[in-house]
Each structure stands twice: as C-alpha cells, then as structure tokens.
C-alpha cells in the first residue's frame, strides 16, 4: 500500500485552480522556476500563461516543436484569432517551450529525474499563473509487450519495474510511495477518438516505467547484462499477464505527480517494437517519426473536440 498518507485527498480549490500542497509556498516573497528561467517576480506569469488548457510533453525538444507547429497549423481556426506559435525557448534553459494560445508544448527529457523536476516547476507554474483545470498530456515513444509495432497505447496507469503501481521518491533518507493513478474516463475518451481509417491499432493498457533502457527494461543488448534471454521473456511474460502493454521511463512520476496535484492527465504512447520479438529498434528512422505522429493526433482530436 503506497505510504503517501493523506496525499491521496482531491486538491483543486473550488474555482479550479492548482493548489501547491506545500506551506512553505506561502512564506516565499518570490519563487523562481529556476529550470524554466521564469520567475514569480521577474514576470507576469499570469499574463503570459492565464489562458493554459493544455499542457503537452514528451521527451524530444524536436518532438514537441513540432507538435506546437501541427496544433498550429491543424487547430488554427479554432484557436483565438491571432493566435501565434510562441518559441519560449528563452524562457527555459533545459526544457524546449512552445507555446500556441492554450496549448504548451514542452520537452521533459528521458526518464523519470529530467520529468520530476519539470512537473514540480510547471505545476508550479500553473498554480502562479492561475490557469484553471489544466489538462496535462505525455505523448511519447515506447517497447510494446505483445502489441504490433506501430501501436499506440493509452495508458491506464503505470507500474514500477517490480509491477508495484507507484513512483517511489526517497526523501530525507526514506523512501516515499505515491500511487500512479490516471484518469480512467480521460483514457477512455482518448480511446474513443481513435478512427478506424486511421491507420494503425490502438489500445488502452499499463504502463511499465523503467530507469534504464536496457537492463531496467530487461533487455540483454547493453553494455553490460548479467541475466538470460529466458530471465528477460519470464519477466515480459509477468509483464504482460500483469496488464501492461508498454514500457517507457517517464510514466510513474507523470502519473504520480500529476495525481497529487489533482490534474485530469493521460499517456499516450506509441510502440516502437514488440519485446517479445527482440530488443533493437530496427525500424527505419523515417518510420519511426511518421509514428510518432500518432500520439500527436490522438491529442490533438481531443484539444481540438475541447477547445
Ligand atoms: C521512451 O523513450 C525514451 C528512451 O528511448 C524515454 O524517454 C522513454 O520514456
Ligand atoms: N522507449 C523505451 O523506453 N523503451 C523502448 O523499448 C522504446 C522506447
């Protein structure tokens, strides 16, 4: 049983703001979002991010221009006239920020340190700019567990390496448990934008979040590996009777947090191999990126259905 106490309780205030669960927030002057080069004093956070609905990420800097640039050029007539793509790569030293009216697009990195530190500033950032009942997405790349390559999975939740369904932070010296819940209706509505012209499959599953792509993800192609190929298909086995459909690096502390802050969030992921058929990626690089529009699609339809 995840030992996060009482942080389980819902948190968004009643005009649906994001509450910072932090008292120490109140005694600061000022706070500056050190990773994001932004700063309570420094800037009108309100002015520049009030008008937030969406808050997209997903690990590459490139990924994410261009998902502000198709938002842009697939949602432009819905969007508040005059809207603009807004590089706010200035505004973050770590993190590459776009900005298109309510969507903002930024990169995270790989794996679940680079994210952390990302979700703690924007939450943050969501909280200072008063943006009301934000909904944050992580379109992403994956290994799918059984499922053909090219398919998308919507996240139901995300498991750690040892299939336990929280993000395990060690703090002060103890290691604290904080579920990775995601919003179940949000996954099924993702899954019901899914067109059956569209190309290619789609499901919802669990999500395996490892903190390694190679011997946290069971695979014997590193630089180093100390178990068997039958070591590797028991555990994708476990995996895949455990309900998990794909494994990436982000998922727990993306569920976590964003469940903590009380913020509706959902993962969506493609699968750029089947596990049960080997390790390497060997897809051609032109054809992974076609798929990873397909994540990108899938939010879009739902920005675009709640714009
Ligand atoms: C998926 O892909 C990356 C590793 O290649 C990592 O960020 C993830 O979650
Ligand atoms: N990302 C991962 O973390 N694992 C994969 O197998 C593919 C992409």
Known sequence: QP?????????????????LRNPNIKQLDHDILYHLALGTESHDLVEMFGDVKFV????????M??????????LGDKLPPGTKLQDMKEHSHRYSMYKV?????????IGVPSLQILLHEII??????KVKDPV????????????????????EGAVDEMINPYHEQAICGKKVQRPAKL???????????????????LVRGKTMCASDFYEGQGRIDGAFCSHTE?????????????????????????????HMADIRAGIVCVAFLNRFEGDQVCTPKSVLTQWELRPQQIVARYIEKHL
């Not at 030992?3 to 509450?19: I, K, L, M, P, S």
């Not at 221009?65 to 697939?74: P, R």
């Not at 309510?102 to 990169?107: A, M, Q, R």
């Not at 919003?183 to 499959?201: I, N, P, V």
Request: aromatic content about 6%.
């Open 3 to 19: 030992n996060g106490g009482n942080e389980d309780d819902a948190q968004r205030n009643n005009q649906g703001t994001v509450h």
């Open 56 to 63: 997209c990420m997903g690990g590459a800097p490139t990924r």
């Open 65 to 74: 221009e261009h998902f502000a640039q198709y938002i842009h050029s697939q």
């Open 101 to 109: 009216g309510p969507v903002l697009s930024i990169s995270h990195g």
């Open 124 to 129: 943050k950032l969501m909280h200072y700019a």
């Open 136 to 155: 944050f997405f992580r379109i992403g790349t994956s290994g799918g567990i059984g499922i053909e390559p090219g398919t998308v999975v919507i996240s």
């Open 183 to 201: 919003d179940l209706e949000l996954a099924k509505e993702l899954q019901s934008l899914h067109r059956a012209d569209d190309g290619f499959e």
């Open 230 to 258: 039958a070591d590797k298909m028991d555990y994708l086995k476990r995996l895949h009777a455990a309900g998990v459909r794909n494994i990436e690096m982000e998922a727990t502390c993306f569920s976590a947090l964003t």
